[in-house]
């Protein structure tokens, strides 16, 4: 009641009569979420469409012939499953020559379902932290829910039981590594003022076995106004080397390597984007010019720093790759004896070889491999030369390569889950406002007709310097393109799609772009007579969530069905709720009178009015999201409610960001959002 009344005083003081949302768990605000989620629950799950789609989609998710992801481990396949028969998961494992050649055999590690019904919790596999080189004990990481905080707790992997009086770091948004078998390299919540403002550990202790987390000695302390500290860790030549990487913004980090107890700060650019260890090199993504000894190393490129040299004041930097104005990179992977560089050139992918010869790196590019389509790197191992990665297009089922040195072999290809003979893939480009050409692919039938009457889907996300990639997905194909639909990703600009440039032109006051590069795009497909806005629809999530929140005030007249989830939406406060403070390098502070005055030009909690005629949007969001607070979602709602707009509302009860964590929700969600989409497009 404290809490609800102190948020009510605030409303009065920021004149937000719906500040009361924000508290997530009292009565009122769940008597309020519940009420909605009702409209929506018996809107969409009575139909015959929402109960044929979530059945389709829940034998997909628990098929047992779907790809299992592979993590390298030493000697194992490391895999962690869910099905019918195991709802919460299992951890699994079998040996790597068995995976490679198709075997069943699997060896369950750890069973979430039972841990969670011994200790009455709803876990969530975060994944393992191993101690190398033996990796006998790893410490494991679970969240209640699905949330963004973890605990972690130490694991015998040999005995496939949690180490009795092992180490145990309490549920944080916090991250730990291994020192040596008896100390850990711990940033988590040690107390009132350990964290930033964003929610982050700020402070990086080291911990000895058998000693208690306040015995902890500290290594390196921050200020609060930072985004985090996080440890890190990588083993090479027989030796485990760890460091710090202080994230000062989003895009800005100091990295400290830890030397005698003692953490000595890198000469690494504060805006490069750190992309793992190889040996003694730091490999970064340069974000802008770096000139080292009148030499100057283009923004977009790929370079490595000899850590062992810059520890001696000696800069030795490395040229591994440089990009064109249509290509980015997207990924690394390390190995024994080299690199992979997952490169992304105008929206398609190709794999390059690097070996470190002679103090250079020599590239070999990787040409086994399919023409279009997008390519994860999945898992690699740095004590051989194996690797696994993925390829798919919107209409290819994802394979799975297995790598082995020089030699590429098949090693799963999913199973076709709907039918795509009739369907047909083209990259076409949008002109924006301001002249730029905005890609985008669209998956249409064969027999397309021109008639502004096809029901067409655009999925977009703009943000965080992320590229979207072609991708097979069996949701958009059984939800949407069996249905009938047409679909279409944009690649519009805050993205990496065509490195540093494309992501900046998007950033803070430039934010606009990406929703002008949007309406673009829809403008385009309608002009073409693809489709029209009673038939055009947008999907977005999280930062997508506000860039279709900002679509729908900003140009209502252009679409029909809209997907707000796991929004942004109140620009204002933001900063103030959960991780927020974190994305201020992303969209500026809203709290200085320079930013605020961009940012309420498009804040579409604050772009919302009566005499308007918007879409009837649809925002689903979690109480378990403790990244994007679900009072954005909530706020929003309640606003039009009151201003007599129409909208639909879902808020799951766990889930975290991604708002499901089991087969089922995932499948009864997915199937509300199609649902949703059928009959709101056709």
Not at 369 to 382: E, M, R
Not at 442 to 460: E, F, R, T
Not at 469 to 496: D, F, H, K, M
């Amino acid at each position: 009641m404290f809490l609800l009344n102190v948020l009510l005083l605030k409303a009065q003081e920021t004149d937000d009569p719906y500040l009361w949302l924000e508290d997530i768990e009292s009565v009122q605000s769940l008597e309020w979420v519940k009420a909605q989620n009702s409209v929506s629950e018996k809107t969409f799950k009575e139909t015959p469409l929402f109960k044929s789609l979530s059945e389709k989609f829940l034998n997909v998710y628990n098929d047992e012939e779907k790809i299992a992801i592979p993590n390298l481990v030493g000697k194992y396949v490391y895999n962690f499953w869910q099905d019918a028969q195991n709802e919460r998961g299992v951890w699994r494992r079998m040996l790597k020559e068995d995976y490679v050649a198709s075997k069943t055999n699997w060896e369950i590690v750890l069973d979430l379902d039972e841990l969670s019904k011994n200790e009455n919790k709803k876990w969530v596999f975060g994944g393992a932290i191993w101690f190398e080189p033996d990796n006998n004990l790893c410490l494991l990481s679970l969240s209640d829910g699905g949330t963004d905080k973890s605990e972690f707790r130490e694991f015998d992997a040999v005995k496939k039981e949690f180490v009795k009086d092992g180490f145990f770091i309490p549920a944080s948004k916090g991250q730990a590594t291994w020192i040596d078998i008896n100390t850990l390299l711990i940033a988590t919540d040690f107390g009132a003022g350990s964290s930033t403002l964003s929610g982050y550990p700020r402070i990086v202790k080291k911990w000895k076995r058998g000693t208690t987390i306040a015995d902890a000695k500290t290594i390196l302390e921050a200020d609060s106004t930072i985004v985090a500290l996080w440890p890190f860790s990588f083993y090479s030549n027989s030796k485990q080397h760890v460091g710090l990487i202080k994230a000062i913004t989003f895009y800005e980090s100091e990295i400290y390597y830890i030397q005698e107890n003692e953490p000595k700060k890198l000469s690494n650019p504060v805006d490069a984007e750190i992309h793992g260890f190889y040996n003694m090199e730091l490999m970064l993504a340069l974000q802008s010019d770096w000139e080292v000894d009148d030499k100057t190393y283009p923004s977009g490129a790929l370079v490595s720093i000899d850590m062992d040299d810059d520890l001696k004041g000696k800069m030795n930097v490395k040229l591994i790759y440089i990009p064109d104005d249509k290509s980015s990179i997207v990924s690394m992977s390390t190995s024994k004896d080299f690199i992979i560089v997952n490169i992304m050139e105008n929206v398609q992918n190709k794999l390059i070889k690097y070996r470190l010869i002679d103090d250079k790196w020599v590239g070999e590019e990787i040409t086994e491999l399919p023409d279009v389509g997008g390519i994860n790197l999945i898992s690699s191992d740095n004590t051989t030369n194996d690797y696994f990665f993925r390829f798919s297009n919107f209409i290819t089922p994802s394979t799975l390569y297995y790598a082995q040195n020089e030699k590429i072999q098949k090693s799963t290809q999913l199973k076709s889950y709907f039918n795509t003979s009739n369907l047909i893939v083209e990259q076409n480009w949008a002109t924006s406002k301001d002249g730029t050409k905005i890609p985008y692919f669209i998956v249409h039938k064969k027999d397309l007709k021109l008639d502004g009457k096809n029901p067409l889907l655009i999925d977009a996300y703009g943000g965080f310097n992320i590229s979207r990639q072609p991708n097979y997905s069996v949701t958009v194909g059984l939800g949407w393109l069996e249905q009938g639909g047409t679909y279409v990703l944009a690649n519009i600009r805050g993205g990496g799609e065509f490195g540093p440039s494309w992501h900046q032109a998007a950033v803070k006051e430039k934010r606009q772009n990406a929703y002008d590069d949007l309406f673009a795009v829809s403008e385009d497909l309608i002009t073409r007579k693809i489709t029209s806005p009673e038939h055009l629809g947008l999907f977005g999530w999280s930062n997508g969530g506000l860039l279709t929140g900002v679509a729908f005030t900003q140009r209502p007249d252009l679409y029909k069905a809209v997907i707000v989830g796991a929004p942004l939406l109140d620009m204002k406060r933001y900063n103030k709720l959960l991780a927020g403070a974190s994305w201020m390098g992303e969209y500026g502070n809203p709290d200085k009178p320079e930013d605020w005055a961009y940012l309420k030009k498009y804040s579409p909690y604050h772009n919302l009015f009566k005499n308007k005629n918007y879409p009837k949007v649809f925002f689903i969001t979690s109480i378990k999201d403790d990244r994007v607070h679900p009072g954005h979602a909530r706020k929003m709602a309640a606003k039009m409610a009151d201003m007599g707009h129409p909208f639909f509302y879902h808020e799951t009860i766990e889930g975290g960001h991604g708002a499901a964590s089991t087969n089922k929700q995932q499948a009864e969600m997915q199937a509300m959002i199609y649902t949703y989409l059928n009959m709101m497009l056709n």
